[in-house]
């Protein structure tokens, strides 16, 4: 570059090392020095929250797939798709339990 040559600006690409580093407190990331069993609590999974999974449409249980509707016990017992509930097993002349 020449002495008399100016430059034209800033480089428009953002520094992409920055944003997958731990060290850097820009951007989001960890604090230093920070407790991380602290701050780590609202992204861990809770069994126990009401907004985790449904509940059944027809015995009121909770499902434990995310995105159903009904319980694998009545899904089978129905002959029925646990998530759409659409009918997928034609069920009228099968003896069936769900033991």
Not at 31 to 51: G, H
Not at 74 to 86: H, P, T, V
Request: glycine content about 10%.
């Amino acid at each position: 570059m020449l002495a008399s040559e100016k430059k034209l600006g800033k480089v428009i690409t953002p520094d992409t090392w920055k944003d997958g580093a731990r060290n850097t407190t820009e951007g989001g990331g960890r604090k230093l020095n920070e407790n991380k069993m602290l701050t780590s609590k609202k992204a861990r999974f809770d069994p126990y929250s009401k907004t985790g999974f449904a509940t059944c449409r027809i015995c009121k249980s909770s499902v434990h797939q995310s995105g159903s509707h009904y319980c694998q016990g009545c899904a089978y017992k129905k002959g029925i798709c646990a998530m759409c509930g659409r009918k997928v097993l034609d069920t009228k002349n099968y003896k069936q339990t769900s033991v």
